[in-house]
């Protein structure tokens, strides 16, 4: 039997106002501290036949949050410590979430030395206007400027989140952003319409089918085919 893992990290420099995911803004170190002890206390745990992480072939781990990256280098510390104590694939894929504003030349560097196959980084956008509106933490320079990073000092494939039909935003904006995207080459972009999941810009919804053809054909023309 094989499984996938998701480990979450919830913890984030801020809350965009439009996350629905759990998250908590600028925890103290301590809590940060506890929470990983937990995590791999519980990873320690599944050391029963029938749930053991170590006699059950994992295909697929998946590192998201919050920020993974915001850890700075308590994340491959974390990962270290995590690997011994369960059985995956050579491989499998192994993805890791970061976001712009935490990414640095020394988290890189160590993050290459881990057997990580994916690195998903959200972007979102590449318009400062449209960055602000979302609550971003990081400005569109700071995105591409992670980027670069991360091509100089990994060998993971990079996959970059964009959103597509955010209220107030003009149509343009969007589709500058996914054209630099796109030239940016990175291995895979995840484009996701706009939910008001917090009831942040849910008074003024778009709902714009063409968005999501535009996007859709964009990407298949660029050589992203949608699976």
């Known amino acids: 039997m094989s499984i996938g ?5 919830p913890f984030c420099v801020k809350k965009c106002p439009y996350c629905g995911f759990y998250s908590i803004a600028k ?3 301590d809590i940060i501290a506890q929470y990983l002890q937990a995590l791999l206390l519980e990873l320690r745990s599944f050391d029963y036949p029938e749930l053991s992480l170590r006699a059950t072939q994992v295909d697929s781990i998946y590192i998201g949050g919050g920020t993974p990256s915001y850890l700075g280098m308590r994340l491959p510390s974390f990962i270290e410590a995590m690997l011994p104590l369960i059985r995956y694939n050579s491989g499998a894929e192994f993805t890791v979430e970061m976001n712009p504003e935490s990414v640095s030349a020394e988290l890189c560097r ?3 030395e881990l057997p990580i196959s994916r690195i998903s980084m959200g972007v979102q956008s590449l318009d400062n ?10 400005s569109a320079e700071q995105a591409r400027q992670a980027y670069e990073l991360l091509r100089c000092f990994t060998k993971a494939a990079i996959n ?10 003009p149509h343009t904006n ?3 952003s996914l054209q630099e995207l796109i030239k940016l080459a ?3 972009i995840s484009a996701y319409s706009y939910s008001p999941d917090t009831g942040y810009l849910a008074t003024e919804p778009s709902h714009d089918p063409y968005q ?4 859709t054909d964009t990407l298949q023309a660029a050589g992203y085919i949608r699976y």
């Open 160 to 169: 970059l989140d964009l959103i597509y039909d955010i209220p107030q935003i």
């Open 174 to 176: 969007m589709a500058s």
């Open 27 to 29: 925890a103290k170190d």
């Open 110 to 112: 160590a993050l290459a």
């Open 129 to 138: 206007d449209t960055l602000r509106l979302l609550g971003r933490a990081h």
């Open 212 to 215: 999501m053809e535009m996007v």
């Open 5 to 9: 893992l998701y480990i979450h990290l």
């Open 186 to 188: 990175p291995e895979h």
